[in-house]
C-alpha cells in the first residue's frame, strides 16, 4: 500500500505565494515520476508539473516561469514551489506517483484558492 499525503494549500491573494508537498511512504520501490494535477471547478483534471526520474521536468505552458517542481529522493517527497499565483490557478491540486512498474497513486487533493 502507498500513501501520498499533501500539505501547503491554502488561501492566498494573486501575486502571493504557496508551496506545496506531497510525502509518499509505504511499498516504493521505484519512482518514474511524481508530480502535480489540478482541477478547477467545471473542468477537466490537468497536469501542472511533473519530475521524471528525478530530474526531467515538465510544467503546463500556463505556469511555466511561475512554478517551480523538485523532489526530495530521500524521502520520497515533490514539491510544488508557486510563485506570482493567479486567479485562474485556483482548484484542488492533486499529487501523483507513477511507479517504474506502471502503477499509479493519488493524493487526497490540496485546495488552492487565489484571490483577485
Known amino acids: 500500500q502507498v500513501q501520498l499525503v499533501e500539505s501547503g494549500g491554502g488561501l492566498v491573494q494573486a501575486g502571493g505565494s504557496l508551496r506545496l508537498s506531497c510525502a509518499a511512504s509505504?511499498?516504493?520501490?521505484?519512482?518514474?515520476?511524481m508530480g502535480w494535477y489540478r482541477q478547477a471547478p467545471g473542468k477537466q483534471r490537468e497536469l501542472v508539473a511533473k519530475i521524471t526520474n528525478g530530474v526531467i521536468t515538465n510544467y503546463a505552458n500556463s505556469v511555466k516561469g511561475r512554478f517551480t517542481i523538485s523532489r526530495d529522493g530521500a524521502k520520497n517527497t515533490v514539491y510544488l514551489q508557486m510563485n506570482t499565483l493567479k486567479p485562474e490557478d485556483t482548484g484542488v491540486y492533486y499529487c501523483f506517483l507513477n511507479h517504474a512498474v506502471g502503477s499509479l497513486n493519488w493524493g487526497q487533493g490540496t485546495q488552492v484558492t487565489v484571490s483577485s
Open positions: 509505504g511499498n516504493i520501490f521505484s519512482i518514474n515520476a
